[in-house]
């Protein structure tokens, strides 16, 4: 990720340093007038635990094809999702099992599998597959979304090669920090332009799980 300013001074008044990337991250968002506190933990980088390039790529395939699931205006229907996924041995959590198992969605399970696509964009980012995520208030690329059934889950999981680690981080920072700004304008009642609070929550849930072999796809910590 490219910053778009110099490093400053650290701040002397806390009862922790923050780290450089915490610092990035806070001026990349305060430039945007986005205000973050300056006391959020560091997230360090001992305590993160990377997937393996293969097993985002899959999980990355699996959110995309729910995603197109529950769209109603794509034409592929959850009859057609499953043989894919079991064709392609891609696992689902008990929560996605149930969705597809669903002969008539609600609106509200289709909304909430239809915003998976920005935990997607996030790991085919990581992937290297796009070039950037865009800003945190743009939508992915949705036409993107294509390349999966077009060039087939198989090939982009064999080809698969995650980024730099301390990429990853800068990412994951930089979402967790916008998360909380979000969080926080919400209790405040008021609304951040530069943020979209969907894009945010989502794109940081894909990067917490990225970075936490221990969790589940459905017990992310998403606490900030």
Same mark, same amino acid.
């Given at each position: 990720? @490219?910053?778009?300013f110099?490093?400053?001074?650290?701040?002397s008044a806390?009862?922790? %340093? &923050? @780290?450089?990337r915490?610092? /990035? #991250?806070?001026?990349?968002?305060?430039?945007?007038? +986005?205000?973050v506190? &300056?006391?959020?933990p560091?997230?360090?980088?001992e305590?993160? %635990?990377?997937?393996? $390039?293969?097993e985002a790529?899959?999980r990355?395939?699996?959110?995309?094809?729910? !995603?197109?699931?529950?769209? &109603? @205006?794509?034409?592929? #229907?959850s009859?057609?999702?499953m &043989?894919?996924? %079991?064709?392609?041995?891609l696992?689902?959590?008990?929560?996605?099992?149930? !969705?597809?198992?669903?002969d008539?969605?609600s609106e509200?399970?289709s909304l909430?599998?239809?915003?998976?696509?920005?935990?997607?964009?996030?790991?085919?980012?990581?992937?290297?597959?796009?070039? #950037?995520m865009?800003?945190?208030n743009?939508h992915?690329?949705?036409?993107? !979304?294509? +390349?999966?059934l077009?060039?087939?889950?198989?090939?982009?999981?064999?080809? $698969?090669?995650?980024?730099?680690? #301390?990429?990853? $981080?800068? =990412?994951?920072?930089?979402?967790?920090?916008?998360?909380w700004?979000?969080? %926080?304008s =919400?209790?405040d009642?008021?609304r951040?332009p530069?943020?979209d609070?969907?894009?945010?929550?989502?794109?940081?849930?894909?990067?917490?799980?990225?970075?936490? /072999?221990?969790?589940?796809?459905?017990?992310?910590?998403?606490?900030?």
């Amino acid at each position: 990720m @490219n910053w778009p300013f110099k490093k400053k001074a650290k701040d002397s008044a806390l009862p922790f %340093q &923050p @780290n450089e990337r915490a610092l /990035r #991250s806070r001026r990349w968002l305060e430039a945007r007038r +986005v205000h973050v506190i &300056p006391h959020l933990p560091n997230l360090d980088e001992e305590d993160f %635990q990377w997937r393996s $390039a293969e097993e985002a790529a899959e999980r990355a395939c699996t959110l995309t094809l729910l !995603f197109m699931a529950a769209m &109603p @205006n794509v034409e592929i #229907s959850s009859r057609d999702v499953m &043989p894919l996924i %079991q064709g392609e041995g891609l696992k689902l959590t008990g929560h996605e099992a149930a !969705f597809l198992a669903l002969d008539a969605p609600s609106e509200e399970e289709s909304l909430r599998f239809g915003w998976g696509c920005e935990s997607a964009w996030a790991l085919f980012w990581a992937l290297g597959l796009t070039e #950037s995520m865009g800003l945190p208030n743009e939508h992915c690329d949705l036409d993107w !979304f294509e +390349v999966v059934l077009t060039h087939g889950v198989g090939q982009l999981v064999s080809t $698969a090669k995650l980024r730099a680690e #301390s990429e990853l $981080a800068d =990412a994951l920072d930089l979402y967790y920090r916008a998360n909380w700004a979000t969080n %926080q304008s =919400a209790l405040d009642g008021k609304r951040v332009p530069a943020l979209d609070p969907g894009i945010v929550f989502m794109r940081r849930y894909a990067l917490e799980w990225l970075a936490d /072999r221990s969790c589940s796809w459905d017990s992310v910590d998403m606490s900030t």
